[in-house]
Structures are given as C-alpha cells and as structure tokens.
C-alpha cells in the first residue's frame, strides 16, 4: 500500500503495511527530484522503476493519490502495466481529503469577502506581538477565555476552517480591540457578518471532523471512508431540505453547490478495495454501510476475493517433505515430492472447505467503534486465517495522501538557509534514513 504526491520539484512515496505483529507501519521509500515535465507518463515510469528497485511490484496493491490529473493518467498507466507484465490486481485510491477539499472550496467562495476582511485582522494581530498581547489582556479584562488567533494555509480549506474558529472564540475580545483601535476600522464585520460566519462554521464542522478522522496514519482509515462520505452527503442533503428560519437561503445554495461537486468527486472512491476494507472492519461489516449500497453486493465483492485466496492458498507448494510408514515395522521410506505435495494440497482444500469463514465472521455481531480493528484482527487470526490475510491487506489502505504530503513539510527542517547545499541524494537519503529510524525505535 502506498500514498504518492507530487510538487515541485520533488516526488515522494511512502509505503504502508501491517506487520506480523498486526502493527500499522508506515516509511517514506523514495523522497526524488522530479524535474519537468511532470507527465503522466514520467511519473507512471518513475513509481515503476522504485517499486521494482525496491523488489516490490508483485506486492503492491493499492496506492493513494490527489486528484492532479497528472497523477490519475500516471497511475492508468501503471495499472496497466503492472497487470500486464506482472499479473497484479492493483487498485488506486483518490485521496479522500483532497476530494473533499474541492466539495468545500466551492462553498468558501460564497463567503470569500468575509474570509478575507478576517485574515487580513489575523494578519495585523499576528504580525505585531504587541497587538497580540493586548488583544490577550482585553480578553482576560472581560473574564473571557483567549484563544490564539490562526493564520489559514490557502492550499488547505481546514486550517481556513481553524482560522474562522478561532476568530470567532475571541468574538468578545476583537469587539472591544476594533471599537479603540482605529486601526482596525476597515476590518470590523457588522453584527449579520458575525451571525453568517457562526452559520458558516457551524454549516463546516463536519467536514472538517471528516478531513480530521481521514488524515490520520497511525490507525485504520480506509474501512472509514464510506461511511463518513455518506454522513456529508446526508449533512448536505439535510441542509437543502430543511425549510426551518434556521437555515438561511444562503446556506441552503451554497450546500446545493457542494452537493452539485460532491455527485461526481466522490464517485471515484467508492470502489470494491474501499467495500473490501469497510468489510473487513469488525466495527462495520455488513450490518453498517453506506445508503443505497446493497449488502448483497458487497458480500459477493467479499466472496469473488476470497475465491482469489483461496486459490492462492492453494497454489502454495508444501514446503517439506513428510514421512509415511508402509509396510512392515521399520519399512520406513520418505515420500516422493509429487506425493508430498499431492496430500498437502488436499489437506488445504479439505480444510478450507470444512467451513466457511465469511458467514462465520458476518454472522457475529459488530464490534464498538471503540476497539481497534487491527488488535481485533490480531486476537482473532487464528479463528479467521484467511480472512484474517485479506484484512492485513486491505485495512492498511490509507484513505487520504497526507503521510506523503507530510513528507514535504518534514523536508522544510532538512532543506534550510544553512542545509541550501545538499545533493539530491542526500536529501534523499536522509529522509528515507530519518523515516526508517523511527520504524527501528517502535
């Protein structure tokens, strides 16, 4: 499993898996300058030759991307690729975040004068510690609880959410600054502009409780997915309908808007590896699944699967050769391999066919949203051993490519004012290393 990004002029991919520990891991195996042109077809050939450097074609399964048209052709062709070469079922997953991001971002532009007059104030406060620090103290005058003003990242919609959030906390304080500080004149929003931003926020929050559960690595996304990009549908459907004086007009057009980007965005990640890990989830399975989703369906996504692995299962060669007695006492001989192998495979045959792991496993109830998947997993190998195969594989699919992205913001401490002279394969080599190391830690 892996998530992939591009920017210039670097590319990183990181790879993610589930140890025999049933331990989610993940490492950046490839941090490379990627100079123009940023084709399709040059990033198809670069993945390609670090998953073969690496010795891990035939074992890549799925991969993560934003949705840059570049990196959509690239992995068409890599698909195609590693299908026909290699016989690999590989499946590519958009990153969830950056499909919600676009949702959001044409909703921001129905508000984007009062987003501006707010971080151009955040902006003055934040640029003199002096003005900070009194806006502090007035806060603290009127017995109210400060919270430090952020500055929004315009290439992410949440942190402009967390800016909002946070203006609107010190709603108390920024009055009283704005009414003696002539300064701030310009920058004051009328007593609608403050009832629309609350509106606003409040109309976001669950998308951006959604970008928070999503962006995680340290535990399970992917099983997630569908079910909270069900819950934003419903949230925007909820919102078109509601007649109440609650829901201004406003709103109501900006969630039609939202709705209107959202149909075909998130239709690209409902896909069978998406059912297969919402399946596999022991929180989930088939009892919780997205509205209009057939159990049916995903229950025969399940068994075509299963019949894979079954028949991989199968195709093992027995890795030694057993001895059998015939004949008289101490007539001892060891068997021939063909003969080995012959009774092995009818010994897995018989044991996979004896029962059926799949009704076993659905027929047991859900467990709480509070376990852990992967130790339930864990706990339940034995129980479960090939599905217990299939769940290693597909619950460590990450649902979105933050690890990778997060990859680039840790290179900002690497490549600095005094470390402007590193060679590309330092650069490299030291964020591979610092990645590994970690892993050697836990």
């Known amino acids: 499993m892996w998530t992939s990004s591009t920017g210039a002029p670097y590319m990183v991919l990181t790879a993610h898996w589930i140890n025999e520990e049933w331990n989610l891991k993940h490492a950046v195996i490839a941090f490379q300058r990627f100079p123009h042109p940023h084709t399709g077809l040059q990033i198809q050939k670069v993945t390609y030759k670090i998953l073969q450097d690496f010795s891990i074609a035939t074992k890549a399964l799925a991969i993560t991307i934003d949705n840059g048209a570049n990196q959509v052709a690239a992995m068409r062709l890599l698909t195609s690729t590693l299908s026909n070469e290699l016989q690999v079922d590989f499946n590519v997953i958009r990153c969830g975040a950056h499909s919600i991001a676009l949702v959001v971002n044409a909703g921001l532009e129905k508000v984007r004068t009062i987003i501006n007059k707010v971080r151009a104030f955040i902006i003055e406060i934040r640029k003199s510690p002096k003005k900070e620090q009194e806006l502090s103290t007035l806060a603290t005058n009127l017995h109210v609880k400060y919270k430090k003003l952020i500055r929004d990242v315009k290439t992410r919609w949440n942190s402009t959410y967390s800016m909002l959030e946070s203006f609107l906390a010190n709603k108390v304080a920024i009055i009283s600054m ?15 502009e403050w009832r629309e931003l609350q509106l606003f926020c409040d109309f976001l929050k669950p998308f951006f409780e959604f970008t928070e559960e999503m962006s995680g690595s340290e535990y399970p996304t992917f099983g997630t997915l569908l079910i909270l990009l069900d819950h ?3 949230h925007l459907t909820t919102i078109i309908n509601n007649n109440t004086p609650e829901i201004p007009q406003w709103i109501k057009e900006i969630a039609e ?3 209107t980007k959202f149909n075909p965005i998130s239709t690209n990640l409902y896909n069978s590896a998406a059912y297969l890990a919402l399946v596999l989830d022991p929180r989930y399975k088939t009892q919780i699944l997205p509205n209009n989703t057939n159990a049916d369906t995903v229950k ?32 001892k001989r060891k068997s021939s391999g063909i003969l080995s192998r012959m009774i092995q495979k009818k010994k897995r045959v018989s044991n996979l066919q004896t029962r059926n792991e799949i009704a076993e496993y659905l027929a047991i109830p859900v467990e709480s949203l509070s376990i852990d998947p992967c130790e ?18 597909y619950i460590c699919i990450p649902a979105t490519s933050v690890p990778s992205e997060q990859a680039f913001s840790k290179s900002g401490e690497l490549i600095n004012k005094k470390r402007n002279r590193l060679g590309d394969r330092a650069i490299e080599a030291c964020m591979c290393l610092n990645s590994w190391i970690k892993l050697i830690d836990n």
Do not use: C
Not at 300 to 329: C, M, R, T
Not at 376 to 393: F, I
């Open 300 to 331: 025969q996504i399940l068994s075509e699967k299963y019949a894979n692995y079954q028949n991989a299962e199968q195709a093992i060669p027995a890795d030694n050769e057993n001895e059998i007695n015939e004949g008289n006492v101490g007539d």
């Open 232 to 234: 934003l549908l419903e």
């Open 376 to 393: 339930w997993w864990k706990h339940h190998r034995t129980q479960y051993p090939l599905l217990e195969k299939m769940a290693r594989d």
């Open 257 to 259: 808007d939202m709705k």
């Open 178 to 192: 704005i009414s003696i500080d002539n300064n701030f004149t310009k920058l004051d929003l009328v007593d609608n």
